[in-house]
């Protein structure tokens, strides 16, 4: 098996993961761990899908999951941005929130601050991308990495940041 092909195989096993975690488990470390193991894969899939043509590339996604997702080959790289720009959010969210709740000492101010800032930023080039390849794709996005919280909904996304 061609190593692109087995790129996206692994891309299908970690959305289906993904898409199977409990209601509980969205947003949580599990869920934030399978998200970093698909831009690893996203990272391995973007140098190889460059020899591709459209065409090859479309007839090897072919009845694939990612076969209406990945609609040009430069949705890889897209999707790279995409999902760091998730974990950057949560991670620093999940942070400020910890801060907040349990370990909030006298320099937890600026730690606070520049968390507060830090997923912000990240929430406000996703809101960048996402309006950059519409409504539909994002919401392809959103189905296929299990991103069903409220933050991450194109109307939340759009309304904010």
Known sequence: MASLQRTLVNLE????????LDDSAINTVA?????????????????????????????????????GIFERKGMVGVYIKLVGYVITASEATNKANAILTDNFDPSA??????????????????????????????KKFVHTLGLFAQEWQWDTLRARF
């Open 13 to 20: 096993i970690l959305s289906e993961d993904i898409n199977a």
């Open 31 to 67: 869920h934030t761990k399978l998200l970093r193991s698909v831009l690893e894969e996203l990272k391995n899939a973007e140098p190889l899908v460059i020899f591709e043509t459209e065409a090859s590339f479309q007839k090897l996604l072919s009845g694939s999951l990612f076969e």
């Open 109 to 138: 101010d600026k730690r606070l601050e520049l968390l507060q800032v830090k997923a912000i930023k990240a929430k406000s080039q996703l809101k960048t991308v996402a309006s950059a390849m519409g409504k539909e794709d994002y």
